[in-house]
């Protein structure tokens, strides 16, 4: 296996686990209430966990001399998860898991097409190609017919 492989086995069974965590949620908003409460009860039970693996594995804290060279806005991703997790658990029951994901896979494609091509947030800059462009736009076709089989 080389390095890469590890990476992309990565990102796939992370994508897998996505509907997984959906469906789960949306369930449990049956029982809970509000998307917003499933949204908390999902961060606190990730949180829990995540603290436990650091345990686990010894990690060290991160030191405040660390901590105080961040920026304000490098905290706000917990926020956009919030976002995406209440907009999932919100949106599945009328549309179903496959088009809420398959629409949240287009914008996470259209956005890291922008992101790359910028090197936004400190990332690797990686052009924009016909190639790059033609697949996004196939995973916006895909969407478009899961959505038009939804009518």
């Known amino acids: 296996m080389d390095n890469r492989t590890i990476y992309f086995l990565a990102a796939l069974i992370g994508g897998a686990i996505l509907p997984?965590?959906?469906?789960?949620?949306?369930?449990?908003?049956?029982?809970?209430?509000?998307?917003?409460?499933?949204?908390?009860?999902?961060?606190?039970?990730g949180t829990l966990a995540s603290l436990g693996v650091c345990v686990f594995a010894q990690y060290p804290l991160p030191t405040l001399p660390s901590l105080s060279q961040t920026s304000w806005w490098m905290w706000i991703g917990g926020g956009l998860g919030t976002?995406?997790?209440?907009?999932?658990?919100?949106?599945?029951?009328?549309?179903?898991?496959?088009?809420?994901?398959?629409?949240?896979?287009?914008?996470?494609?259209?956005?890291?097409?922008?992101?790359?091509?910028?090197?936004?947030?400190?990332?690797?800059?990686?052009s924009l190609s016909p190639i790059r462009i033609a697949g996004v736009?196939?995973?916006?076709?895909?969407?478009?017919?899961?959505?038009?089989?939804?009518r």
């Open 20 to 45: 997984v965590q959906v469906a789960i949620n949306t369930l449990l908003r049956r029982y809970v209430g509000e998307p917003m409460q499933v949204t908390f009860i999902s961060y606190l039970v």
């Open 83 to 126: 976002l995406y997790v209440w907009s999932t658990i919100f949106a599945t029951p009328k549309i179903g898991a496959a088009l809420a994901l398959g629409l949240t896979i287009a914008g996470q494609m259209l956005a890291a097409l922008f992101l790359d091509h910028y090197g936004a947030l400190g990332l690797t800059k990686y």
């Open 137 to 150: 736009l196939l995973v916006i076709f895909g969407v478009s017919l899961v959505a038009y089989d939804k």
